[in-house]
């Protein structure tokens, strides 16, 4: 078993930054890659951006492309989710998940571990 913990979220304005970060503890050497995804009330969970645990790959929505970056130090069990130029179609509940592949999978049926969620409110 794989535990996640988000903490980071928050209320910013919009064009703020923001830092998520996700604490993995447990089975952590079974982790083949972390992302982020985010579900904004009455609607699906979509996919933010994910990276390799033991590499450096990283893949991204289009939407957060350029704004968003993903990283990780592998020594602190934490994956970090810098939000820059937000906008308030970002606000959403951010949910960090770890996959025991390294496909950097984009669905949410892809990752086998899931956080509680940390919100995110971008005002406009």
């Known amino acids: 078993q794989v535990q996640l913990v988000e903490s980071g979220g928050g209320l910013v304005q919009a064009g703020g930054s923001l830092r998520l970060s996700c604490i993995a503890s447990?089975?952590?050497?079974?982790?083949?890659?972390m992302g982020w995804f985010r579900q904004a009330p009455g609607k699906e969970r979509d996919f933010v951006a994910a990276?390799?645990?033991?590499?450096?790959?990283?893949y991204y929505a289009d939407s957060v492309k350029g704004r968003f970056t993903i990283s990780k130090d592998n020594a602190k069990n934490t994956v970090y989710l810098q939000m820059n130029s937000l906008k308030p179609e970002d606000t959403a509940d951010y949910y960090c998940?770890?996959?025991?592949?390294?496909?950097?999978?984009?669905?949410?049926?892809?990752?086998?571990?899931w956080g509680q969620g940390t919100q995110v409110t971008v005002s406009s």
């Open positions: 447990g089975r952590t050497f079974s982790i083949g890659a």
């Open positions: 998940a770890a996959e025991g592949s390294t496909v950097l999978s984009t669905k949410a049926v892809g990752y086998d571990y």
């Open positions: 990276i390799i645990w033991s590499g450096s790959r990283t």
